[in-house]
Structures are given as C-alpha cells and as structure tokens.
C-alpha cells in the first residue's frame, strides 16, 4: 500500500473517531431506546421575562375609601386565600371590601360590576371571568372616574392590557408552565405528558395548557393530547383524567392545573394501576397536596403566593384612589417556586 493511500485510511479513520467522540459527548445525546438521556437546557425568555414582581405599597391616609372585589370563583381555596388576603390588607388601610362573587358565569359578574358602580364604590378590583363581556360596564367606570384594577385581564402579557383597566396582576401563567416542563424533562428525560383542561371559557386556563404544551415541547417532552374536565369539581376531573389514561396507556405524565386536580388525578392513575404517572400540578399547594407530594403521590406543585397578589391587589386600588406611586407599572406578575419532594418540609401549604 503506498503512501498517500496510507495516509487516506488513517485520516478516514481519525474523522470517524472524533465524529463518535462527538456524539456521545453530546448534551442532546440519544439512549440506546432511542429516549434522550439528559433533559434539553432552555432558558426562560417567555413574554414575562421583564415584568416587575410587585406594585409600590401605598401608606395609609386615614380617609374612608369603598372598594368593590369581583370574585371570579371563591369556592376554589387558591382564589378565597387570595380574597382573604386582600380583606386583611383593606381593613390595615382602613377600606371597606366589597365581594361579590360571580361563580364562573360572566353575566352574573357584568351584573355585579353594574352593582358596585352604582354603590359609587371608589375602586373596583375585578378578575374577569371573560375579560370582553365587561367593554360596556369597563367604559362606564371610566366615565365615572373609577380606577379598575385587574387579575388575569390577559394572561398572555405580550398583548396590549384592554381599554378600561389601570392595571393588571397577572398570574405567573407562564413561568408556571416553564417551571412545570422544566421538572418534567428534569425527572423523564423526552417523556410524553398530557394535560388535563377545563371547558369552562376561562382566558386564564386556556392560556395556560397552551403554555404548558409550549414549554413541554420546548423542552422535548411529547406532548400526546389535552382534555377538558366538562365541570370544575372532582366529579368533572375524574373522567377527564380517566379519558386521558385510555387514550394514551404509555403516558408518562399529567399536568394539572389546580390541587383539586391534582389529588384526583392521584386517585385516578392509582387505582387505574399506573401510579407510575408523574402528576405534576400548578396554582395551589394546599397542606393535601404537600402530604401528596411527601408520599409521592404527586411529583411537583407550583406554588403561586395566592395571599400576597391579593395585598398586592389592595395596595394597587388604594394608590390609584390616593394618587400614590404614580402612574404604577402597568403590569406586574408575583413570582412562586415549585414544590418537590426536595423541599416541601420547608414549604407553608397555601391555606
């Protein structure tokens, strides 16, 4: 064999090797199964990257001030902890709370609205059940000088806050999704996840699943498909989280999108003998769920801090009634932390 051709062999030989090198020194790299080994990194750079966490908290200023609270759901505990915690921060200032609770049904909480503006309430905090129905009623509190201040007015902060609104607190709706996919693809690298919906016509949790779905791909998880709980109670999820099990037999995960959900889709896989299934919740972490978690029934929960939006709420009210602070960021979103087996013994449940 001549040189040259010596030569040719060994470089051949040379690439080849360092090609091998390369692969399986990859981050990315495949498992014999053909699974990825190690979870995709993907830092956060969704539409909530620059928001501020939190309004300026407004002093007291003795004056008497009315402000009306539309309560989108009050029967679901996230929602009454964060409704206690805006009656606690109202009566340190000083300020009668008006509730009103529209129980999911957007004509009841158009009607309410009309009821605290005709009370001349000084403020009005309101999470829209359809943020749109309120246009006529939004236009009418402006007439009328009255600062509305929302929750979840638009979940997805990239658009434009609705005409009517001072402010919005958004939920951490997409850092909650982001956290969720991170986990998942931390614990079953290219795992397949469902995620268990609600057909109520509720902006908030439309958005959600759909961030959910974004992130888990993002991250390479499969997503395999989403069903709606026809009713938000345990009667509702159950089905649902029964459905999603049938259509998918191999479905490594469930994310959920409240502790109700959680804990019944933790009875569902178990007594449908796949405890196995990963459920990997957002929005609560209620005292069941962290004993869930510490048997290991439920993998991850998101803790949103319910008690401190609704100060955060109050405290935006009382500084748009005062002239405090002003003008207040448009938008702020309180951040939370994922609750795990690694530190729900130093976590307080939402309650």
């Not at 009841?108 to 309410?112: C, E, G, M, R």
């Not at 609750?339 to 130093?346: E, K």
């Given at each position: 064999?001549?040189?040259?051709?010596?030569?040719?062999?060994?470089?051949?030989?040379?690439?080849?090797?360092?090609?091998?090198?390369?692969?399986?020194?990859?981050?990315?790299?495949?498992?014999?199964?053909?699974?990825?080994?190690?979870?995709?990194?993907v830092?956060?750079d969704?539409?909530?990257?620059?928001?501020?966490?939190?309004?300026?908290?407004?002093?007291?200023?003795?004056?008497?001030?009315?402000?009306?609270?539309?309560?989108?759901?009050?029967?679901?505990?996230?929602?009454?902890v964060?409704?206690?915690?805006?009656?606690?921060?109202?009566?340190?200032?000083?300020?009668?709370?008006?509730?009103?609770?529209?129980?999911?049904?957007?004509q009841?909480?158009?009607?309410?609205f009309?009821?605290?503006?005709?009370?001349?309430?000084?403020?009005?905090?309101?999470?829209?059940?359809?943020?749109?129905?309120?246009?006529?009623?939004?236009?009418?509190?402006?007439?009328?000088?009255?600062?509305?201040?929302?929750?979840n007015?638009?979940?997805?902060v990239?658009?434009?806050?609705?005409?009517?609104?001072?402010?919005?607190?958004?939920?951490?709706?997409?850092?909650?999704?982001?956290?969720?996919?991170?986990?998942g693809?931390?614990?079953?690298?290219?795992?397949?996840?469902?995620?268990?919906?609600?057909?109520?016509p509720?902006?908030?949790?439309?958005?959600?699943?759909?961030?959910?779905?974004?992130?888990g791909?993002?991250?390479?998880?499969?997503?395999?498909?989403?069903?709606?709980?026809?009713?938000?109670?345990?009667?509702?999820?159950?089905?649902?989280?029964s459905?999603?099990?049938?259509?998918?037999?191999?479905?490594?995960?469930?994310?959920?999108?409240?502790?109700?959900?959680?804990?019944?889709?933790?009875?569902?896989?178990k007594?449908?003998?796949?405890?196995?299934?990963?459920?990997?919740?957002?929005?609560?972490?209620?005292?069941?769920?962290?004993?869930?978690?510490?048997?290991?029934?439920?993998?991850?929960?998101?803790?949103?801090?319910?008690?401190?939006q609704?100060?955060?709420?109050?405290?935006?009210?009382?500084?748009?009634?005062?002239?405090?602070?002003?003008?207040?960021?448009?938008?702020?979103?309180?951040l939370?932390?994922?609750?795990?087996?690694?530190?729900?013994?130093?976590?307080?449940?939402?309650?």
């Open positions: 064999m001549n040189m040259n051709k010596r030569f040719l062999l060994a470089s051949m030989a040379l690439t080849s090797a360092l090609a091998l090198s390369a692969c399986g020194s990859d981050s990315g790299s495949e498992s014999a199964s053909g699974g990825s080994t190690e979870p995709k990194p830092a956060y969704g539409p909530a990257k620059d928001l501020p966490e939190n309004f300026p908290v407004p002093e007291s200023t003795g004056d008497d001030f009315t402000i009306g609270y539309l309560q989108i759901y009050g029967a679901l505990p996230t929602l009454a964060q409704q206690r915690g805006a009656e606690d921060r109202a009566e340190e200032l000083g300020v009668e709370l008006i509730v009103k609770d529209a129980e999911l049904n957007p009841k909480q158009v009607s309410q009309d009821e605290l503006l005709a009370e001349g309430v000084d403020a009005i905090i309101v999470y829209p059940v359809v943020p749109e129905s309120l246009g006529p009623a939004l236009a009418d509190a402006k007439a009328a000088g009255i600062p509305v201040i929302a929750t007015a638009r979940p997805d990239s658009k434009p806050l609705g005409e009517g609104y001072e402010v919005d607190l958004e939920a951490p709706i997409d850092r909650e999704a982001y956290a969720m996919a991170e986990y693809a931390s614990e079953q690298p290219g795992g397949s996840f469902g995620i268990i919906g609600n057909a109520a509720i902006a908030a949790l439309k958005y959600m699943a759909d961030r959910e779905q974004y992130w791909e993002r991250f390479g998880l499969d997503f395999v498909g989403l069903v709606d709980s026809k009713e938000d109670t345990a009667a509702g999820y159950g089905p649902a989280v459905e999603l099990l049938a259509k998918n037999p191999d479905i490594d995960q469930i994310w959920v999108y409240n502790d109700l959900v959680a804990l019944t889709a933790a009875t569902v896989v007594s449908s003998g796949r405890d196995d299934v990963k459920i990997i919740a957002n929005s609560g972490t209620g005292e069941a769920v962290m004993e869930a978690i510490k048997a290991g029934d439920i993998a991850m929960s998101y803790q949103v801090p319910w008690a401190e609704g100060t955060a709420l109050v405290n935006a009210a009382y500084s748009s009634v005062t002239g405090q602070h002003l003008p207040l960021p448009e938008t702020v979103s309180l939370g932390t994922a609750i795990t087996a690694d530190n729900v013994d130093d976590a307080t449940p939402t309650e």
